[in-house]
């Protein structure tokens, strides 16, 4: 309550945070205008460079509130000063009731001493800019005081207690209330799940303010009595945290346990050795995580030694299995893996004639020298084994003929070896194929293919299956054999004759197309899928797939099917179908963004254009539909490989089981179907996905890793390849043919030395999604869908900071002196200062390139296509750092939002799935580490899963993990998303220049505030004719702002000297040259407005002068060129009136209005200048020139306006008049 007038009171209403049901209220009349008063000015006066705190106040001091507190006595300004500061609190921060209230006024006070102690203050009264100043410099550890009262209440009565006689010179209040929660941790009844649970929560809860009070960039900045505090704090906390570590080394009293138990034969052992091993060799994922090439160099050369004393030491074999020993073979198949990767790069480094690193040469020795030396050719084998999981069997089959890698074959390997039928991999079809096959084999080596429609009739499936296999064979026993580079093992003449004879009376080949299909299939008339001599494996392998695809495409009856079956039989009927992949839709917008060309289109029908001058000049190729078919094919295996995590011939297998899997009958998903055959709308090809995808892909895919081990066997089993010593040593027992390997050993056996899949996020995803982890596990499901971004919302603090220098650094600079990253850099004189920025450069540009596509696909804020097309790097345009609202700038702000809300819907996730709101809100300006989300993979995350990772062994079977997935979900949010804050988007750093302020806005609140006045025109021309250079306009408009921008807020004394005012009010005298002062010396504060208005036109004349546009931001649509009838027409109007005051009106109109993005929108181009200008100076109370409403010409657009201007600039310089 307070006085309005001297009979009359009123409450008004306020913006505060106080809890609605406390009987609470503002203590000092309208300290809410106040405060925003005292924000406003203190944004101001931050923006402005060289200004202190002590300038501030001093400032503060000859505002009109200023001098208002001023008359006041001491005891008087010390009531305002404190009953101010709880209004603050009030207003400010979470207030929940009267006590905390008091608590934090007594931390801010504390603030405010602290302060003025460390800028050497010894002014007794204490003016309210402090409170300001001092909540800025400390709002983090009040906001975290503020969060540690909240949720622990009791710390707000003890602190009182506590604090009650001490003197208030420094901020202890957040290390004390730490200490506080600290000791409420130590655990006292914990005898129960639920204590126990609620035990952990609140510790979890804590752990942020908590950790936050005790990291090191903070505790350097803190009090002496603060740091004492913290070190109480810091033991406490690492005594509660180490009542989590219980993990204590029980493996080698395990092994010797069980290994003298009487639970496992002795044959039995190789399998407990084998669980050991895998479990350890997970154990060191992280060693392989390499953060940069240099990482990797120095990995390889520690492995190299360890690989050459291993040698020594015991490179055959061990009688005693000791973990030790367990370990060191865990180790050196984990560099047997790394072997096998760099030994691919080196082939395809020797293809493209590249260099390998001096390191990776000599580890690759290393493990050569292990390989011929040890006497134990089980490392060969597995590596082989390695190679084949990871690119296929008809890859390590090519090995065998490539000289530089025969090293990895066992000698005996290589004297048997001979030519390897490949892998039939439709025999994922089961054995009706299988059957169908052999028939057509024999019947082609016969020239008797009579047999063939009696096997087919024999087999028991689907007769649409039977047609398919018949066809997979003809592809696999007659295609493949145009493979071959000798034409005498292509078909024979009559061995074509009886196969022509029996595609035409087949009556598993029933119609016209069908005949025609097998027809094409034996001759190999395949238009570019045919199979040339030599052709590759990886060719071959698309090939399988494509002609599997049509056979099922030509066979099927699935209504699942018609779309695909229409576009591969009347591509016609699919011209205007909604395809995954649209060539119109890019046809469209190469033709928007390529402008306008000539557009042809080739014998393919696909469209292309042609530069210059547009006409054919020269004959060239267009690639036809099949190459592009199989250019994509290629592409799409790498991705299905990397998102399976399979290798290649597991990904193979899966592709042909979807395929086959697609002449089974499917219950349809919805009813009726939503969706038509040629897929006419986006709405019926999304239906027509989810469709496919529901019925046929996730139920293939929720049993695969079964449905693979039988398919793989089977594959292995076949009798044209398991003889082959080759494939024996890849998928059987090596210890039959080869000599090499150790005897008796029951550690070096093919269970140790066999590829299994380790323990991956891949893995884990894939698990997850069998286990309908949407629904069932739904923060781990979308933590595993999102980690590959989520890792990288650690950065965000760093490139926050990073935002906040730069604006601080660049706020009022103009225009830049570097135009790429790199000339930024090198321009920083001071090593530390230049380490600093390339540190927190690097981050922001690797956190941008690997988010980029994301931001132009998912981010709210929307990037200009051509912002995302290419990574950035150091000769990238410098203004993508600076956070900005619209051009290249918008990178910055972008990047931000986009990392905000990745942590944000985390921790939404996380309220949805526990059941509790996260109230807690961080802005970025007080965002720190501990705030956000923030884990490393390889040292955090991987060994979570890894500590949930359950490894079982059966009799006569491999080593099996499994994941504890609710475990794991519940470890994730306890340790890395539990207790994190929400961060809002109000405080991201923007880069607003002066230039960039709406000074319409400015100018009309000058004009509210101080009363204005029109220019004598004898002054007008002094003040033009005092400032000689467009670096003397410049500085003089740059200077005039400043003080524009305090009058709009604090108001002035109309007849005060413009001089005087920059001096005495705002102390810019120092910085301010003496020829500038004294030249806006001849205006007083009531003439800022019409002086602004002249110095900006002058500054725009000066860079016409200068061949520069003074008007880049203006649309094009106002910048019409003037023809002879509008010279002649202005030039008759200013020959008889100089209309100065027109004049500056149009260009502060230009500058003010016509800037504006959306300014066509709102203004036409079409409307007359005269009457839109006429209009905008009555809307500001302005008197219109009589000779401008009578005679200016009514024919001038405000599409001529830019041009209009020039022009009577021009023509006034020539005829030496001055407006």
């Given at each position: 309550?307070?006085?309005?007038h001297?009979?009359?009171?009123?409450?008004?209403l306020?913006?505060?945070y106080?809890?609605?049901?406390?009987?609470?209220?503002?203590?000092?009349?309208?300290?809410?205008?106040?405060?925003?008063?005292?924000?406003?000015?203190?944004?101001?006066?931050?923006?402005?460079?060289?200004?202190?705190?002590?300038?501030?106040?001093?400032?503060?001091?000859?505002?009109?509130?200023?001098?208002?507190?001023?008359?006041?006595?001491p005891?008087?300004?010390a009531?305002?000063?404190h009953?101010y500061?709880?209004?603050?609190?009030?207003?400010?921060?979470?207030?929940?009731?009267?006590?905390?209230?008091?608590?934090?006024?007594?931390?801010?006070?504390?603030?405010?001493?602290?302060?003025?102690?460390?800028?050497?203050e010894?002014?007794?009264v204490?003016?309210?800019?402090?409170?300001?100043?001092?909540?800025?410099k400390?709002?983090?550890?009040?906001?975290?005081?503020?969060?540690?009262?909240?949720?622990?209440p009791?710390?707000?009565?003890?602190?009182?207690?506590?604090?009650?006689?001490?003197?208030?010179?420094?901020?202890?209040h957040?290390?004390?209330?730490?200490?506080?929660?600290v000791e409420?941790?130590?655990?006292?009844?914990?005898?129960?799940?639920?204590?126990?649970?609620?035990?952990?929560?609140?510790?979890?809860k804590?752990q942020?303010?908590?950790e936050?009070i005790?990291?090191?960039?903070n505790?350097?900045?803190?009090g002496?009595?603060?740091?004492?505090?913290?070190?109480r704090?810091?033991?406490?906390?690492?005594?509660?945290?180490?009542?989590?570590?219980?993990?204590?080394?029980?493996?080698?009293?395990?092994?010797?346990?069980?290994?003298?138990?009487?639970?496992?034969?002795?044959?039995d052992?190789?399998?407990?050795?084998?669980?050991?091993?895998n479990?350890?060799?997970d154990?060191m994922?992280?060693?392989?995580?390499?953060?940069?090439?240099?990482?990797q160099?120095?990995?390889?050369?520690?492995?190299?030694?360890?690989?050459?004393?291993?040698l020594q030491?015991?490179?055959h074999?061990a009688?005693t299995?000791?973990v030790?020993y367990l370990?060191?073979?865990?180790?050196v198949?984990m560099?047997?893996?790394?072997?096998a990767?760099?030994?691919?790069e080196?082939?395809?480094?020797?293809?493209?004639?590249?260099?390998?690193?001096?390191?990776?040469?000599?580890?690759l020795?290393?493990?050569?020298n292990?390989?011929?030396?040890?006497?134990?050719?089980?490392y060969?084998?597995?590596l082989?084994?390695?190679?084949?999981?990871?690119?296929?069997?008809?890859?390590?089959?090519?090995?065998?003929?490539t000289d530089?890698?025969?090293?990895?074959?066992?000698?005996?390997t290589?004297?048997?070896?001979?030519?390897?039928?490949?892998?039939?991999?439709y025999?994922?079809?089961?054995?009706?194929?299988?059957?169908?096959?052999?028939?057509?084999?024999?019947?082609?080596?016969?020239?008797?293919?009579?047999?063939?429609?009696?096997?087919?009739?024999?087999?028991k499936?689907?007769?649409?299956?039977?047609t398919?296999?018949?066809?997979l064979a003809?592809?696999?026993?007659?295609?493949?054999l145009?493979?071959?580079?000798?034409?005498?093992?292509h078909?024979?003449p009559?061995?074509?004759?009886?196969?022509a004879?029996?595609?035409q009376?087949?009556?598993?080949?029933?119609?016209?197309?069908l005949?025609?299909?097998?027809?094409?299939?034996?001759?190999?008339?395949?238009?570019?899928?045919?199979l040339?001599?030599?052709?590759?494996g990886?060719?071959?392998?698309?090939?399988?797939?494509?002609?599997?695809?049509?056979?099922?495409?030509?066979?099927?009856?699935?209504?699942?099917?018609?779309?695909?079956q229409?576009?591969?039989?009347?591509?016609?009927?699919?011209?205007?179908?909604f395809?995954?992949?649209?060539?119109?839709?890019?046809?469209?917008?190469a033709?928007q963004?390529?402008?306008?060309?000539?557009?042809?289109?080739?014998p393919?029908?696909?469209?292309?254009?042609?530069?210059?001058?547009?006409?054919?000049m020269?004959?060239?190729?267009?690639?036809?539909?099949?190459?592009?078919?199989?250019?994509?094919?290629r592409?799409?295996?790498?991705?299905?490989?990397?998102?399976?995590?399979k290798?290649?011939d597991?990904?193979?297998?899966?592709?042909?089981?979807?395929?086959?899997?697609?002449?089974?009958?499917?219950q349809?998903?919805?009813?009726?179907?939503?969706?038509?055959?040629?897929?006419?709308?986006?709405?019926?090809?999304?239906?027509?996905?989810?469709?496919?995808?529901?019925?046929?892909?996730?139920?293939?895919?929720?049993?695969?890793?079964?449905?693979?081990?039988?398919?793989?066997?089977?594959?292995?089993?076949?009798?044209?390849?398991?003889?082959?010593?080759?494939?024996?040593?890849?998928?059987?027992n090596?210890?039959l043919?080869?000599?090499?390997?150790?005897?008796?050993?029951?550690?070096?056996g093919?269970?140790?030395?066999?590829?299994?899949?380790?323990v991956?996020?891949?893995?884990?995803?894939?698990?997850?999604?069998q286990?309908?982890g949407?629904?069932?596990?739904?923060?781990?499901?979308?933590f595993?869908h999102?980690?590959?971004?989520?890792r990288?919302?650690?950065?965000?603090?760093?490139?926050?900071?990073?935002q906040?220098?730069?604006?601080k650094?660049?706020?009022?600079?103009?225009?830049l002196?570097?135009?790429t990253?790199?000339?930024?850099?090198?321009?920083?004189?001071?090593?530390s200062?230049?380490?600093?920025?390339?540190?927190?450069?690097k981050i922001f540009?690797?956190?941008?390139?690997?988010?980029?596509?994301?931001?132009?696909?998912?981010?709210?804020?929307?990037?200009p296509?051509?912002?995302?097309?290419?990574?950035?790097d150091?000769?990238s345009?410098?203004?993508v750092?600076?956070?900005?609202?619209?051009?290249?700038?918008?990178?910055?702000?972008?990047?931000?939002?986009?990392?905000?809300?990745?942590?944000?819907?985390?921790?939404?996730?996380?309220?949805?799935?526990?059941?509790?709101?996260?109230?807690?809100?961080?802005?970025?300006?007080?965002?720190?580490?501990?705030?956000?989300?923030?884990?490393?993979?390889?040292?955090?995350?991987?060994?979570?899963?890894?500590?949930?990772?359950?490894?079982s062994?059966?009799?006569?079977?491999?080593?099996?993990h499994?994941?504890?997935l609710?475990?794991?979900q519940?470890?994730?949010?306890?340790?890395?998303l539990?207790?994190?804050?929400?961060?809002?988007?109000?405080?991201?750093?923007?880069?607003?220049?002066?230039?960039?302020?709406?000074?319409?806005?400015?100018?009309?609140?000058?004009?509210a505030?101080?009363?204005?006045?029109?220019?004598?025109?004898?002054?007008?021309f002094a003040?033009?004719?005092?400032?000689?250079?467009?670096?003397?306009?410049?500085?003089?408009?740059?200077?005039?702002?400043?003080?524009?921008?305090?009058?709009?807020?604090?108001?002035?004394d109309?007849?005060?000297?413009?001089?005087?005012?920059?001096?005495?009010?705002?102390?810019?005298g120092?910085?301010?040259a003496?020829?500038?002062?004294?030249?806006?010396?001849?205006?007083?504060?009531?003439h800022?407005v019409?002086?602004?208005?002249?110095l900006?036109?002058?500054?725009?004349e000066?860079?016409?002068?200068?061949?520069?546009?003074?008007?880049?931001?203006?649309?094009?649509?106002?910048?019409?060129?003037?023809?002879?009838?509008?010279?002649?027409?202005?030039?008759?109007?200013?020959?008889?009136s100089?209309?100065?005051?027109?004049l500056?009106?149009m260009?502060?109109?230009?500058?003010?209005?016509?800037?504006?993005?959306?300014?066509?929108?709102?203004?036409?181009?079409?409307w007359?200048?005269?009457?839109?200008?006429?209009?905008?100076?009555?809307?500001?109370?302005?008197?219109?020139?009589?000779?401008?409403?009578?005679?200016?010409?009514?024919?001038i657009?405000?599409?001529?306006?830019?041009?209009a201007?020039?022009f009577?600039?021009?023509?006034?310089?020539?005829?030496?008049?001055?407006?």
């Amino acid at each position: 309550m307070f006085p309005l007038h001297s009979s009359e009171t009123r409450t008004i209403l306020v913006q505060n945070y106080i809890v609605q049901d406390r009987n609470m209220s503002c203590s000092m009349p309208f300290s809410w205008r106040i405060k925003d008063y005292m924000e406003d000015l203190w944004v101001h006066v931050l923006h402005h460079e060289g200004y202190t705190q002590q300038m501030f106040d001093q400032f503060f001091w000859k505002t009109p509130l200023g001098e208002y507190i001023a008359k006041a006595d001491p005891e008087m300004q010390a009531e305002f000063f404190h009953r101010y500061l709880q209004d603050f609190i009030s207003m400010t921060m979470n207030v929940t009731c009267q006590e905390d209230l008091q608590l934090l006024c007594s931390a801010l006070n504390c603030c405010v001493s602290e302060l003025r102690l460390q800028l050497k203050e010894t002014e007794a009264v204490m003016s309210l800019p402090w409170v300001h100043a001092a909540y800025h410099k400390f709002k983090n550890r009040l906001q975290n005081l503020s969060r540690m009262i909240c949720l622990e209440p009791q710390v707000t009565q003890d602190l009182l207690r506590k604090l009650h006689d001490r003197d208030g010179v420094e901020l202890v209040h957040d290390a004390y209330a730490a200490l506080a929660c600290v000791e409420y941790l130590e655990p006292r009844a914990l005898d129960t799940d639920e204590q126990r649970q609620a035990w952990l929560r609140q510790v979890k809860k804590l752990q942020v303010p908590i950790e936050l009070i005790c990291s090191e960039d903070n505790v350097r900045r803190y009090g002496e009595r603060s740091k004492a505090i913290v070190c109480r704090v810091r033991t406490g906390w690492n005594r509660i945290n180490s009542l989590f570590d219980k993990v204590k080394d029980y493996l080698q009293q395990h092994l010797a346990a069980v290994e003298q138990s009487n639970i496992l034969e002795e044959q039995d052992k190789t399998e407990l050795y084998c669980l050991y091993i895998n479990c350890l060799e997970d154990s060191m994922f992280e060693r392989l995580q390499f953060r940069s090439s240099a990482d990797q160099q120095v990995f390889l050369q520690v492995e190299s030694t360890f690989l050459t004393d291993y040698l020594q030491s015991h490179g055959h074999s061990a009688e005693t299995a000791t973990v030790e020993y367990l370990q060191q073979v865990a180790r050196v198949r984990m560099d047997l893996d790394m072997a096998a990767s760099l030994i691919m790069e080196k082939l395809r480094a020797n293809e493209s004639k590249e260099r390998g690193l001096s390191r990776t040469t000599a580890f690759l020795s290393n493990v050569e020298n292990l390989c011929r030396r040890s006497g134990n050719d089980w490392y060969r084998v597995y590596l082989i084994r390695k190679i084949c999981s990871q690119h296929g069997v008809e890859f390590v089959l090519k090995l065998l003929k490539t000289d530089q890698v025969r090293w990895l074959f066992p000698e005996e390997t290589l004297q048997k070896s001979a030519e390897v039928t490949p892998v039939d991999q439709y025999l994922v079809c089961g054995d009706d194929y299988k059957n169908i096959r052999n028939a057509v084999a024999q019947g082609v080596i016969e020239g008797k293919m009579d047999r063939v429609d009696e096997i087919c009739e024999g087999c028991k499936c689907l007769p649409q299956c039977k047609t398919v296999y018949l066809l997979l064979a003809l592809c696999r026993e007659v295609t493949t054999l145009y493979r071959e580079a000798s034409a005498n093992f292509h078909p024979k003449p009559e061995q074509l004759e009886a196969l022509a004879t029996f595609i035409q009376t087949s009556k598993f080949l029933d119609t016209p197309e069908l005949k025609t299909f097998a027809k094409a299939l034996v001759t190999n008339q395949l238009g570019p899928l045919a199979l040339h001599a030599g052709a590759s494996g990886a060719h071959c392998v698309l090939v399988d797939l494509t002609v599997h695809l049509a056979t099922v495409l030509l066979c099927g009856t699935q209504g699942i099917l018609a779309p695909l079956q229409q576009l591969a039989k009347a591509p016609a009927n699919m011209q205007a179908a909604f395809l995954p992949s649209m060539p119109q839709d890019m046809l469209a917008v190469a033709q928007q963004v390529m402008g306008p060309l000539l557009w042809y289109h080739c014998p393919n029908g696909h469209p292309c254009t042609i530069g210059e001058c547009g006409r054919p000049m020269e004959t060239s190729h267009c690639l036809d539909s099949g190459t592009i078919l199989l250019s994509h094919l290629r592409k799409d295996l790498k991705h299905l490989i990397r998102s399976l995590g399979k290798g290649t011939d597991d990904t193979v297998s899966t592709v042909h089981l979807v395929i086959s899997s697609l002449l089974q009958p499917h219950q349809q998903q919805k009813w009726p179907v939503p969706y038509d055959n040629q897929l006419s709308t986006k709405e019926a090809r999304n239906e027509w996905e989810m469709e496919v995808s529901n019925a046929i892909i996730t139920p293939q895919l929720k049993h695969l890793d079964r449905q693979l081990k039988e398919v793989n066997a089977f594959i292995r089993a076949d009798s044209r390849i398991s003889a082959n010593p080759i494939m024996k040593l890849m998928f059987g027992n090596p210890h039959l043919f080869l000599a090499s390997l150790p005897k008796d050993s029951l550690i070096h056996g093919s269970a140790i030395w066999s590829c299994r899949e380790k323990v991956s996020l891949l893995s884990l995803t894939h698990i997850v999604e069998q286990n309908d982890g949407k629904d069932t596990l739904p923060v781990l499901w979308r933590f595993l869908h999102k980690e590959a971004e989520l890792r990288l919302v650690k950065h965000l603090p760093d490139i926050l900071t990073l935002q906040r220098d730069l604006v601080k650094k660049f706020q009022n600079i103009t225009e830049l002196t570097c135009g790429t990253i790199a000339e930024f850099l090198h321009s920083q004189k001071a090593a530390s200062l230049k380490a600093w920025y390339e540190k927190h450069v690097k981050i922001f540009l690797t956190t941008w390139n690997q988010l980029r596509v994301s931001l132009a696909t998912n981010g709210e804020i929307k990037i200009p296509a051509e912002f995302c097309q290419k990574d950035l790097d150091l000769n990238s345009d410098f203004k993508v750092l600076l956070p900005r609202r619209q051009g290249p700038g918008l990178c910055s702000t972008a990047l931000v939002s986009y990392l905000i809300a990745l942590h944000n819907d985390m921790i939404y996730c996380v309220d949805k799935h526990t059941g509790e709101e996260t109230s807690y809100k961080v802005s970025p300006a007080d965002l720190t580490d501990i705030h956000v989300i923030r884990y490393e993979l390889e040292r955090d995350l991987m060994p979570l899963v890894l500590s949930n990772t359950q490894y079982s062994i059966e009799k006569g079977q491999e080593t099996l993990h499994e994941y504890d997935l609710p475990k794991i979900q519940h470890q994730i949010v306890s340790r890395f998303l539990l207790g994190k804050p929400l961060i809002t988007l109000n405080g991201i750093p923007t880069l607003v220049n002066r230039h960039d302020r709406n000074y319409e806005i400015i100018l009309k609140d000058v004009k509210a505030k101080v009363k204005q006045e029109p220019l004598q025109t004898l002054t007008l021309f002094a003040v033009a004719g005092e400032l000689h250079s467009y670096s003397e306009v410049c500085e003089a408009l740059s200077t005039l702002e400043v003080a524009l921008g305090f009058l709009a807020m604090t108001g002035g004394d109309p007849h005060m000297q413009l001089s005087c005012y920059l001096e005495e009010v705002l102390q810019m005298g120092d910085q301010t040259a003496p020829h500038i002062l004294k030249t806006l010396s001849m205006c007083c504060l009531k003439h800022c407005v019409e002086l602004w208005q002249l110095l900006a036109s002058l500054k725009s004349e000066n860079l016409l002068r200068l061949k520069r546009d003074p008007f880049v931001g203006v649309s094009e649509k106002y910048k019409q060129v003037l023809g002879e009838d509008e010279r002649r027409l202005l030039t008759g109007f200013f020959s008889k009136s100089s209309a100065d005051t027109f004049l500056l009106e149009m260009h502060e109109f230009l500058v003010l209005v016509l800037k504006m993005p959306n300014a066509p929108e709102t203004y036409r181009p079409d409307w007359g200048l005269k009457i839109t200008l006429v209009s905008y100076m009555e809307r500001k109370g302005l008197d219109i020139p009589p000779d401008v409403e009578e005679l200016f010409p009514d024919e001038i657009c405000l599409s001529h306006c830019v041009a209009a201007w020039k022009f009577v600039v021009a023509y006034k310089q020539e005829h030496g008049q001055r407006q």
